[in-house]
């Protein structure tokens, strides 16, 4: 497994955004296979079935087909093992990284508010990854459509934590209802998060998506207390980004705190530019337990790189912020040595190049001055800014590769197009869910410790891919991945 970015420490003057997983993360997320088969013990018969079953799932989830997923999908019980053996660990690696470098102080005695929760995959999340948080009297409200989803979680949760949270008593309460994501609003919510929900509400009506998203905005502000947070997380795609610009313009409306990912409250500068991009971040799947990424290759699913899209606001006034955020991963420019990424700022699009090669992770947060008759980029437009040596001498892995790999290079080679075609992580060109590359391995069977290996069954070619011998395309993104 490729080194992580993140586990070099940020440059001087720099706020990480996306941290490693911590030791005690990645040891609950190496046993949870044993909370699984506590929660949800599955026959023989359907251990052999769920690759396939998950293969299912993810073509039904696919973002870019019409209407996405059938409503309350998650109440059909092989769907849910499905679910829960893969999209559900997969999105506590993604949630576990992002947490931590946000803005959550949830005071003691607080309301949350977690919407389309499916088996609370948020609120384990936010368990494991804030232990700041674990002390404090939470009060929760968890809403799905799938009854059997929510109780599936919270047996999980209380696995995770050690107590009964639908205790009167517990320090987390949480009370699950079945029930559309609006019917979870309460109000005085300190925090109301939507993980994943966004995007699957955009294809079920004909009203055009901004209007939609723009009153979905204004539904999860009005339950808010002054000072309170929405957390919208979306899978790394370009509805899941549309959905967010959606809330985002509504957010600015209100005058709320824009607080991450966005350093300025103008327009998006990636609907600006001339890149293809669309503001997302990436990371590479280091510290995935094994049993995980074991299990995603019997499926044909695995993992060479993991997204996101998110946006956090506050009903506050909004706070002066500043900075480039870094909304790439690292490409080569034929005029300019070293590498470079692009960043987002109040200026607009910026090129940050790095003569010593060693550029910032996506997702860091750095101060930048951009010099008046700064020479722009040809590609982009943008304004190139020299960024200074990092005195720490520590290179980053560049996401999904190893030190030093020149992506522009790479999607050269998997996209056959010019040597920099716009941001390698943050638009077109991420092969997140590339699967079949490796050769599976045995292990990782959801039924058993051990089992003997299950003949892995032929993938019929699908949109997206191709059923000649030649290299397969990249295939579709799912909604919920």
Known sequence: MSPDAAAVPARPGAKRLLVPLAPDVRARLDAYPDM?????????????????????????????????????????????????????????VRLTRLLPGLDLDIPDDGVVCDLGSGPLTFIQALWLSRP???????????????KRALELGLALFA????????????????????????????????????????????GKVREPLDERMERVAAQLSESLVPGGRV????????????????MRQAFVEMDMDIAAPCPHREECVLLAGRTRAWCHFTMPPA????????????????????????????????????GARVVSGAFSLADVPGSAVYGCSASGLLVLCSPDRRPPAPGDLLAVDVPAGAPLDAKSGAPRVMLAPDPSGQRPAEPGGAPGRDLGRADKAARGQDRRSGPPQAGAGSRED???????RSGGAPGATRQAPVKKPSRPATKGQSSGSGKPARPLRSRRD
């Open 132 to 146: 700041d948080l674990r002390k404090r009297r939470l009060r929760i409200t968890c809403v799905d459509r799938s």
């Open 231 to 246: 957390l919208v997380v979306e899978p790394g795609t370009r509805l899941g980004w549309r959905c967010l610009l959606g």
């Open 434 to 440: 590339k699967g079949g590359k490796r050769r599976p």
């Open 159 to 202: 696995e995770l934590a050690g107590f009964d949270p639908t205790r009167p008593d517990a320090p987390w309460r949480i009370r699950v209802t079945r029930g559309e994501y609006w019917q979870g609003l309460t109000d005085g919510a300190d925090l109301v998060a939507m993980v994943n929900v966004a995007n699957e509400l955009a």
């Open 36 to 92: 699984l088969r506590k929660a949800l013990p599955l026959r023989p018969g359907l251990v052999r079935e769920l690759p396939k079953v998950v293969r299912e799932l993810s073509l039904s989830l696919t973002a870019e087909r019409e209407g996405g997923p059938r409503p309350g999908y998650l109440s059909d019980p092989k769907v849910l093992s499905a679910y829960l053996w893969y999209y559900l660990p997969w999105n506590l």
């Open 287 to 322: 510290g995935a337990p094994r049993w995980l990424t074991a299990f995603s290759e019997r499926a044909g699913l695995g993992k060479e790189r993991l997204s996101l899209s998110f946006l956090l606001a506050r009903k506050v006034r909004p706070a002066p912020s500043g």
